[in-house]
């Protein structure tokens, strides 16, 4: 186990500059997650702490020493990436042995069987170990990728959104299990994604990315209720936040210089009034299955907020629409304290 | 445009049924989404109704005219696979009108059919462009382009949007379902994917092993699911289910789990001396320290405004969706109770959903 510090590094291709100026601090036995949109610069940041890729300026440390230029064999990380590459002619069992059979690493086989199956139950597919592993569920699969991951026991783990290929179901039992096998192992896991579940669900803290810079850093906590700007608040939260001009619906106690406001469902306090008082109305539903939409019309503008099960309210409603401690932004989308 | 009609359609690859009689009727101009795990027979049903596989028995009719065993080409219908493939030598503008010069139509309709629709899909502005510079979204709304610009009567997609990452297949499930809005073509849509298919079906049909085992609307099918295998199908976190025995009469009815008395929907029809299946859905229970019902917290996945809580009860373990600001401590014991009315009633054997008042024809108005 290890820690890993990123001190400003730079990494330009040609005229595009991927990732620039990142600093940040990865402690032993955390989990990081860097959460933003393609662009953002998160694949290249966990490539440069693989040893992928060089880059332009900046130090990366690992443990206190500067690791920037080594090779990535000398490393000691292991990468998981998103499509699953397994060796298709070898059973489960080889598949996650072959790691450890490597020349360099002079491993008994007894001490193999024994890694390989505290592994596999510890991902739970001790008992498909003799199938082929083209004879195995998505899920499964996955699982042996990132088993091949573990079983080389390396001081950090970087997996480029390893779940992304599977489907809802999976990709909740998976992060379920990624995040007990962290916690049991005291991991440390540098993990890219743009799926904000991800991110909420496993992260000790989160790192948002926007254009190759890091923005803010915090725990899920911090960055959903106290976002440092605009760009942050819209990362987290389903439906997303709502934004809207101060101008729309003045709260009383909004500062002088706000100029938008940031409401979430927590923010908005509804109730079913008459026509003449209403200053919004309930325009539709949307039926999401585990979570229900509603969108409200306040004038020009929309709302759109997670609908309580337990609400009786129905489209075509007046609404009394009160704020409640909302979020407020400046001109220039930086948050307001 | 078109309404397709199956009936008793049956598919036997050798000794193994991958379709079972299956009929159902899809109305002109819906969007209907198959939905169902891999091997469910949901992509083979697809391509019988596209003409790319054979049926061992059935019908399938289009606007009335049977249309069982005429060739692929001749049923007027667009099929869309994944949507990247697009000709790399081509423009933008090539690439979506080569299915009409493909039908010979004159040069004049095809640039004024070409430019409508690609002004529908907003890509009217990159139409000289080759398509081997465009981003994700732009070759996936060509590809799209080249699927509508002959105005078939109906389109089948198989997963288009299977390979996609979750960005952006959240913005193309919204820009498919206003495209379907806006042009209203019937829509066969198969998908192994909840989400995709709640959010853009105008009806689903959940299937399994072969055969459709429910098809209504997305919050039907939601609200009162009609076997167990579609009420565990559908929803994330999946609906709990807690064993119980029981002879009930219709009409209100009451059970207890635990010594906790829990208040059942009225029932429609009665139970005698059975095996059953309560189902919740996640966000129908909440903490109250004075249930009986009693477990302890597993840990809890914070999704910011809401959360899901893990209890593991004596009854097994069980997931609550509730606030966010609602304190939970791992190991912590806490009273679970149930919003009775929307609960949902299964015979543990057979898996069918037991008549309550939730199926009555007038359902109380709510979100």
């Known amino acids: 186990m290890a820690n890993v510090t990123f001190k400003g590094v730079s990494k330009s291709f040609g005229a595009i500059e991927a990732v620039s100026d990142l600093s940040i601090d990865i402690a032993d036995g955390e989990f990081v997650v860097l959460l933003g949109p393609t662009g953002a610069g998160k694949t290249t940041t966990l490539r440069l702490a693989a040893g992928l890729e060089k880059p332009n300026s900046g130090s990366i440390l690992i443990d206190g020493a500067d690791y920037t230029t080594t090779e990535p064999s000398q490393r000691d990380v292991a990468f998981v990436f998103q499509q699953y590459s397994l060796y298709p002619h070898l059973s489960v069992f080889d598949n996650l042995a072959f790691p450890l059979r490597s020349p360099l690493r002079k491993i008994s086989e007894e001490e193999i069987e024994k890694q390989v199956r505290q592994t596999a139950s510890l991902l739970r597919i001790e008992h498909k170990l003799k199938n082929k592993s083209t004879q195995l569920s998505g899920g499964e699969m996955q699982r042996v990728a990132i088993g091949r991951a573990l079983v080389r026991n390396p001081s950090i783990y970087l997996m480029d959104e390893p779940l992304s290929s599977l489907d809802a179901k999976l990709r909740a039992e998976l992060r379920l299990e990624l995040k007990r096998i962290q916690r049991d192992l005291g991991s440390t896991i540098l993990y890219v994604t743009h799926d904000q579940i991800e991110a909420m669900t496993m992260a000790d803290r989160i790192g948002i990315l926007s254009e190759g810079g890091l923005v803010q850093i915090g725990t899920p906590r911090e960055i959903y209720s106290d976002p440092d700007n605009v760009y942050v608040a819209a990362r987290l939260g389903q439906p997303s936040i709502n934004v809207l001009p101060v101008s729309a619906m003045r709260p009383e106690n909004a500062p002088g210089n706000a100029y938008s406001i940031g409401a979430r469902t927590e923010h908005v306090r509804l109730s079913k009034t008459d026509k003449r008082s209403a200053n919004a109305s309930l325009d539709w539903i949307e039926h999401l299955g585990d979570q229900n939409h509603i969108h409200i019309r306040i004038g020009d503008h929309r709302l759109t907020m997670l609908a309580d099960p337990r609400s009786d309210l129905a489209p075509g409603d007046d609404l009394d629409l009160q704020f409640d401690a909302p979020l407020y932004f400046d001109e220039v989308g930086r948050r307001i304290r | ?367």
């Open chain 2, 1 to 367: 445009m078109a309404e397709i009609r199956v009936q008793n359609l049956r598919k036997m690859f050798g000794s193994f049924t991958a379709v079972q009689d299956s009929s159902f009727v899809i109305d002109d101009g819906e969007f209907v989404v198959m939905l169902g795990p891999s091997g469910c027979g949901k992509t083979t049903t697809l391509r019988m109704i596209a003409g790319l596989e054979l049926p061992s028995s059935g019908q399938i009719l289009l606007d009335g005219g049977d249309v069982t065993f005429n060739r692929a080409s001749q049923r007027d219908i667009a099929f869309v696979f994944q949507l990247f493939a697009l000709y790399p030598h081509m423009n933008v503008r090539k690439n979506i009108g080569f299915p009409l010069l493909c039908q010979g139509v004159p040069s004049a309709e095809v640039r004024k059919r070409v430019e409508a629709t690609a002004e529908l899909l907003r890509i009217d502005h990159i139409l000289d462009k080759p398509v081997s510079g465009l981003a994700g979204g732009d070759r996936q709304r060509v590809a799209l382009g080249r699927a509508i610009v002959r105005r078939p009567k109906a389109f089948l997609m198989d997963e288009p949007l299977g390979t996609l990452d979750t960005e952006f297949r959240d913005l193309m499930i919204h820009e498919l379902r206003e495209l379907h809005n806006s042009i209203e073509a019937t829509t066969v849509y198969v998908t192994h994917d909840q989400i995709e298919a709640m959010a853009m079906a105008d009806k689903i049909a959940v299937m399994n092993h072969g055969v459709i085992e429910q098809y209504g609307e997305p919050q039907e099918i939601y609200d009162r699911p009609a076997t167990m295998f579609v009420a565990d199908f559908i929803g994330s976190p999946s609906m709990n289910f807690v064993p119980f025995h029981a002879s009930l009469e219709p009409g209100p009815a009451k059970i207890s789990i635990d010594d906790q008395p829990i208040v059942l929907p009225d029932l429609r029809e009665g139970i005698e001396d059975k095996d059953m299946m309560l189902g919740i859905r996640p966000e129908h229970i909440q903490f109250d320290d004075n249930s009986r019902l009693r477990g302890s917290v597993l840990g809890a996945e914070y999704l910011g405004t809401t959360q899901i809580v893990t209890v593991t009860t004596a009854r097994g373990d069980m997931k609550a969706r509730v606030a966010a600001n609602i304190p939970v401590q791992n190991g912590e014991t806490v009273g679970l109770v149930f919003d009775g009315h929307r609960l949902s009633v299964f015979e543990e054997q057979s898996g069918r959903a037991i008549q309550t008042q939730l199926h009555d024809p007038i359902v109380p108005v709510g979100v």
